[in-house]
C-alpha cells in the first residue's frame, strides 16, 4: 500500500478518456479546474484531473502533512534535516514579519543588511561610487548554480525596468566565458560582485581571481572594484574585499532560493531599489496566499498537485515549460535547478529507497521558437509530455502589441491543438481535397494525425513586472516544496552534486600528468591520455 495507490486506481479508470468529453460533460470546467490569487491565474482544465482525482489529490496533500510542513517551514524549524538547517529564504522578502531562528530574531540583521545593498546600489547608480576611471558602466556578477541562474533569469525578466549599469554574468570554468564577457569591458568603469554562498565554489573563485588579473592590468586598486556576497565573511576577507561591500546572508537561504538576498545584488543594481522591492513583494503576496488560502485554492498546492498527477500517478517523466513571454527566456533553466536540484533525491527523508519517482525532469524554450525546433514530438511523439505555458495577457511595448497579440494566439493554439488534435477523417478530408486518392492519401493523411488528448496548464499574469515575477518565482519555490513534502524527500540539500567535484580535483593531477590515475577505469585514464597528448 503506498501513498499513490488511490490515485492510480482512479487514473486506471480514466486514462483513455478524452479531456475534451470532461469539457462537454461539464461546461463549468475552465472555471472548475483554475484558480486565481492577485495577478495570478492558474488554469489546470485542460488536463484529465476530474473532481474525484482533484479530490484524492488533495486528500494526499492533506494526509502527507503538507499545512503542517509549510507552517514548520515558516516558523524555522530545521526542515532540512540533513543538514540540519532552517529554510527561510522568505524572510528575505517580507520585511514586516518577525522571524526567529534559535529563539533568535533574525530581521534587524536582515532590515541593515538590505539597507546596506540599496544604498550601495544608489551609489552605483547615481555615481557616487565609481570606478577608477569614472562612473561604473557595467557590473559583472561572478557566481554559478542559484548565485548565477536567479539574478540571470530575473535581469532578463526585467529588461524593460534596467535603467542601470549593464549586467552581465560569468558562470562557467570555461575561461571562453570569462573571456567573452571581460573583453568587451573597461576594467576602469566595471564593478565585479562576487557571489557564491560558500565562496569556495571552484568555478566562481578561478573567475574571481581572473577577473581580479584582468582588472589588475588597468587599475591601480582592482579590490576597490569588488563586491562579494557570501555567507563566509572570513573567506571574503581573505580574498580582500573591504567589509563594507560585503553582503553576508545566513545558511538557511538555499542557494537556488538565495535570488532574493543580496545574492540579487546586481538585479538592484540594474532595476533599482524601488523595482527590487515590488519583485520581493510580489513573492511576499505570494508567501501570504500559500499561507492563507485553503489547499483547494492555493496555487503552490494545485500546480505541485497537477504536476504529482503527471508524473507520479500518470508517469509521464518530463514536463516542459514553455513561456510566451521571450523575457522569461532564462525562466526553464532556473527552474531546471530549482526543481531538479530540489526534487531529484533517491531516498526519503530517513534514508530509506523512494518507493516513487522523485521529482519530473524539467525543460523548455520560449515560445514561439519552440514551436519551430521540437513541439513536433510534443505533438506528435509516442511519450506525452505535459506542458506549462506561461503567457502574459500584454506585452510592454505597447508599439509593438499587433505582436503580442500574435504571440498570445499561438500560446493558445499549442493547448488547443495539444487538446484537440486532429483525427484521421479529418487529416484526411484535408489531404483529399489536396486531390490525393486511394492508398497515397490514406499514407499521407495518417502522417498528419495528431493523438490530441495532450494535457496542459497554462498560468497566465496580465503583465511581466518585477511584481508578477517575483509571485511567479515564489509561486514555482512552493510548489517544489509541496511536491517534496508529497514525495517524502528532503528538497533543500542536493548531496548528488558533491562526487564529480570530488573526482575532478583529483583527476586535474592526471590531466597535468602528475599522477597516473591508479585506480581509475580505462575509458576514464584513456580520455585523460589523449587530452595530455593534444595539450603536450
Ligand atoms: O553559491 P555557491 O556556494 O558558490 O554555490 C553555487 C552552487 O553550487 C553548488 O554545487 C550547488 O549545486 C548549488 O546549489 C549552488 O547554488
Not at 95 to 118: C, E, N, S
Not at 217 to 223: I, L, R, S
Not at 393 to 407: D, F, I, K, N
Not at 517 to 526: E, H, I, P, Q
Request: charged content about 20%; aromatic content about 8%; overall charge negative.
Amino acid at each position: 500500500m503506498n501513498r499513490f495507490d488511490d490515485l492510480l486506481a482512479h487514473a486506471a479508470t480514466v486514462k483513455d478518456r478524452h479531456i475534451l468529453d470532461l469539457f462537454a460533460a461539464d461546461p463549468d470546467r475552465a472555471a472548475r479546474f483554475s484558480a486565481e490569487f492577485g495577478s495570478w491565474f492558474f488554469d489546470f482544465s485542460k488536463t484529465n484531473i476530474d473532481a474525484a482525482g482533484l479530490k484524492l489529490l488533495i486528500d494526499l496533500a492533506e494526509k502527507t502533512g503538507v499545512a503542517a510542513r509549510r507552517d514548520a517551514m515558516f516558523a524555522g524549524e530545521k526542515i532540512n534535516e540533513t543538514e540540519g538547517r532552517a529554510v527561510l529564504h522568505m524572510a528575505w522578502r517580507n520585511f514586516r514579519d518577525t522571524i526567529t531562528v534559535d529563539g533568535h530574531d533574525v530581521m534587524p540583521a536582515l532590515r541593515d543588511t538590505l539597507g546596506r545593498m540599496q544604498d550601495f546600489a544608489e551609489d552605483v547608480r547615481t555615481g557616487r561610487f565609481t570606478g577608477q576611471g569614472g562612473r561604473i558602466t557595467d557590473v559583472v556578477n561572478i557566481g554559478i548554480g542559484g548565485s548565477d541562474l536567479g539574478p540571470v533569469m530575473a535581469s532578463v525578466a526585467c529588461t524593460s525596468f534596467a535603467d542601470g549599469p549593464r549586467l552581465h554574468f560569468i558562470s562557467n570554468v570555461d575561461g571562453a566565458h570569462a573571456h567573452d564577457v571581460l573583453s568587451g569591458l573597461n576594467p576602469e568603469t566595471t564593478l565585479v560582485i562576487v557571489a557564491s554562498k560558500t565562496f569556495t565554489t571552484i568555478e566562481t573563485m578561478t573567475n574571481a581571481e581572473t577577473a581580479r588579473a584582468w582588472m589588475a592590468a588597468k587599475v591601480t586598486d582592482p579590490a576597490a572594484q569588488f563586491s562579494a556576497i557570501s555567507t563566509a565573511t572570513d573567506r571574503t576577507a581573505a580574498f580582500g574585499i573591504p567589509p563594507e561591500r560585503v553582503f553576508g546572508f545566513e545558511d538557511w537561504v538555499g542557494g537556488r532560493y538565495s535570488v532574493w538576498s543580496p545574492i540579487g545584488l546586481s538585479l538592484m543594481i540594474g532595476i533599482g531599489p524601488g523595482y527590487f522591492a515590488e519583485f520581493h513583494a510580489g513573492a511576499a503576496a505570494m508567501d501570504r496566499h500559500f499561507r492563507e488560502a485553503p489547499l483547494a485554492e492555493n496555487l503552490p498546492v494545485l500546480l505541485a498537485l497537477v504536476g504529482i498527477w503527471h508524473n507520479q500517478v500518470l508517469g509521464h517523466a518530463t514536463r516542459a515549460v514553455l513561456p510566451y513571454e521571450q523575457r522569461l527566456a532564462r525562466l526553464p533553466a532556473y527552474l531546471q535547478q530549482l526543481e531538479m536540484e530540489s526534487n531529484g533525491k533517491r531516498v526519503s527523508m530517513d534514508g530509506a529507497d523512494l518507493p516513487w519517482h522523485s521529482g519530473p525532469v524539467v525543460w523548455g524554450e520560449p515560445g514561439t521558437n519552440g514551436q519551430h525546433a521540437f513541439y513536433q514530438l510534443i505533438h506528435q511523439g509516442t511519450r506525452v509530455v505535459p506542458c506549462e505555458f506561461l503567457l502574459a495577457a500584454r506585452g510592454r511595448e505597447p508599439y509593438l502589441e499587433h505582436q503580442h497579440l500574435l504571440l498570445v494566439a499561438n500560446c493558445l493554439a499549442q493547448s488547443e491543438a495539444l487538446l484537440r488534435g486532429r483525427s484521421l477523417a479529418e487529416a484526411t478530408e484535408i489531404m483529399a481535397k489536396k486531390g490525393l486518392t486511394g492508398a497515397e492519401l490514406d499514407r499521407q493523411a495518417r502522417h498528419r494525425v495528431f493523438p490530441g488528448n495532450r494535457p496542459s496548464t497554462t498560468l497566465l499574469i496580465e503583465v511581466l513586472t518585477p511584481f508578477t515575477l517575483g509571485g511567479i518565482v515564489a509561486l514555482y519555490e512552493h510548489r517544489v516544496f509541496v511536491e517534496g513534502v508529497i514525495l517524502g524527500i528532503n528538497s533543500f540539500d542536493q548531496w548528488g552534486v558533491e562526487l564529480g567535484k570530488e573526482l575532478a580535483l583529483a583527476l586535474a593531477p592526471v590531466l597535468e600528468g602528475s599522477s597516473e590515475g591508479a585506480g581509475k577505469d580505462g575509458s576514464t585514464l584513456g580520455l585523460a591520455r589523449r587530452i595530455r597528448a593534444a595539450r603536450a
